[in-house]
C-alpha cells in the first residue's frame, strides 16, 4: 500500500511542477494583453482532477492496494502521458497553460503532432493519465464514475478552446 502512496506521490509532484509553469506563463500572457476564455470551466476540470485523484488514492486505501502487474500497467500509462505533457509542453512553450489564454498575436502551434492530433494534451495526456491513475491504484469506481464525467466537462473544454481558436486560423 505504501508503495502505492510513493508512486502515486512521485507523479503528483511532477504535476505540480508543470502547473508552475503554466501560472509562469499565464502571468506572460495576461501582462501582454491574452484573455481567458472558460474560467468557469477551468475551474471545473481543476475540481474533477483533483477529486479523481483523491477518489484513486481512497479507493486504493479501502481495497489495501499493493504494486502488481495492474498497477505497473498503470505506471507505464502515466510514463507515457506524462512524457506527451512534456512533449506538448516543450511544442508549446510560452503560451502552454492549463487554461485557455488567447493573446494578440497568439501563434498556431503546426508541429506534426498538432496536425495529426487535435488537442494532444487532452487526448495523449490527460485522459492516459486518469487511467493510469486508476490503474494504479485499482480505482475501478473511479475509473468507471469519474472518467465519464471528466470527459463530459473536457469535451466542453474542447469546444471552448476550439471556438476561442477559430480566429487564428
Not at 516543450?90 to 485557455?100: H, S
Not at 480505482?139 to 465519464?148: E, N
Request: proline share 2%; hydrophobic share 55%; aromatic share 14%.
Amino acid at each position: 500500500m505504501f508503495s502505492i502512496f510513493v508512486v502515486f506521490g512521485a507523479f503528483f509532484a511532477v504535476r505540480l511542477m508543470t502547473l508552475a509553469i503554466s501560472i509562469r506563463n499565464e502571468k506572460r500572457l495576461i501582462s501582454l494583453g491574452a484573455k481567458q476564455y472558460g474560467a468557469k470551466n477551468s475551474l471545473l476540470l481543476t475540481l474533477a482532477h483533483t477529486a479523481y485523484y483523491i477518489a484513486a488514492l481512497v479507493e486504493a486505501y479501502l481495497r489495501g492496494t499493493a504494486l502488481d502487474g495492474t498497477s505497473y500497467a498503470g505506471i507505464g500509462v502515466m510514463l507515457f502521458a506524462y512524457a506527451m505533457l512534456f512533449y506538448v509542453i516543450y511544442c508549446l512553450r510560452d503560451i502552454w497553460t492549463v487554461k485557455v489564454y488567447i493573446a494578440p498575436n497568439h501563434r498556431i502551434e503546426r508541429s506534426l503532432l498538432f496536425r495529426v492530433v487535435r488537442h494532444p494534451n487532452y487526448f495523449l495526456n490527460i485522459i492516459p493519465e486518469l487511467i493510469g491513475v486508476a490503474l494504479l491504484c485499482h480505482s475501478w469506481y473511479t475509473l468507471a464514475i469519474g472518467l465519464p464525467i471528466y470527459c463530459i466537462i473536457l469535451a466542453k473544454r474542447i469546444r471552448i478552446e476550439s471556438e476561442a481558436m477559430k480566429a487564428l486560423w
